[in-house]
């Protein structure tokens, strides 16, 4: 199993930004799916995640700005940017829960994407 993420860039200030992180590979399901988020000097944060049946949570540092959706027939997860701020500079992750049988379940991991903000 793969994730392979995308989207990641330079955008200024009160700009937007849409990243993406796709699954494949020998997929049975996919559980909840998230994105985390890490800089220099800072521990690794959880941004937002999402459940299969699209429940979504997100740090209190992001609510209102960011969105975290999922297209399960594609086995991508989205997470659109909105407002973004300096502080939201970091090198960007996605995981994944995954079945790839029904008794095996394991964690999975993008490879980061890096966005940055700044004028």
């Known amino acids: 199993v793969q994730l392979q993420a995308s989207g990641g860039g330079l955008v200024q200030p009160g700009g937007t930004l849409r990243v993406s992180c796709a699954a494949s590979?020998?997929?049975?399901?996919?559980?909840?799916m998230g994105w985390y988020r890490h800089s220099p000097g800072k521990q690794r944060e959880l941004v937002a995640s999402?459940?299969?049946?699209?429940?979504?949570d997100y740090a209190d540092s992001v609510k209102g700005r960011f969105t975290i959706s999922r297209d399960n027939a594609k086995n991508t997860v989205y997470l659109q940017m909105n407002s973004l701020k300096p502080e939201d500079t970091a090198v960007y992750y996605c995981?994944?829960?995954?079945?790839?049988?029904?008794?095996?379940?394991?964690?999975?991991w993008g490879q980061g994407t890096q966005v940055t903000v700044s004028s």
């Open positions: 590979g020998s997929i049975f399901s996919i559980g909840v």
């Open positions: 995981n994944a829960d995954v079945r790839t049988t029904y008794a095996s379940r394991e964690v999975h």
């Open positions: 999402i459940t299969s049946g699209g429940s979504t």
